[in-house]
Nanobody, 127 residues
């Protein structure tokens, strides 16, 4: 079983950057596809980014495409979400999640397809 712990959240101003980290332990991390989701108050959890187990395939929601970048370091069992040009609408609790993919290029964008979740980290962007 993979266990996930997010860090790096905080309070920033619009236009600033943050990098979230998700440290994994347990099952073979390098064979795990990862995703980032977020949930704002009163809203449903939404997809933000996904990355394949090799790190070669990524995908993003339209709302963050061009501003956010996901990467991973399998040697360090960590996945990252670099968030640039933050907006007030990016304010949410951010979660990383892990799933067993079909292959090295497989990524998933649906929350129900993920098996393991971190506890979340709060990102607050003031305008």
């Amino acid at each position: 079983q993979v266990r996930l712990v997010e860090s790096g959240g905080g309070l920033v101003q619009a236009g600033d950057s943050l990098r979230l980290s998700c440290a994994a332990s347990g099952r073979i991390f390098s064979r795990t596809a990862m995703g980032w989701f977020r949930q704002a108050p009163g809203k449903e959890r939404e997809f933000v980014a996904a990355i394949s187990w090799t790190g070669s395939i990524t995908d993003y929601s339209d709302s963050v495409k061009g501003r956010f970048t996901s990467s991973r370091d399998n040697a360090e069992n960590t996945v990252y979400l670099q968030m640039n040009r933050l907006k007030s609408e990016d304010t949410a609790v951010y979660y990383c999640a892990a799933t067993v993919p079909f292959g090295p290029s497989d990524i998933k964008k649906i929350a129900d397809e993920y098996e393991v979740w971190g506890q979340g980290t709060q990102v607050t962007v003031s305008s």
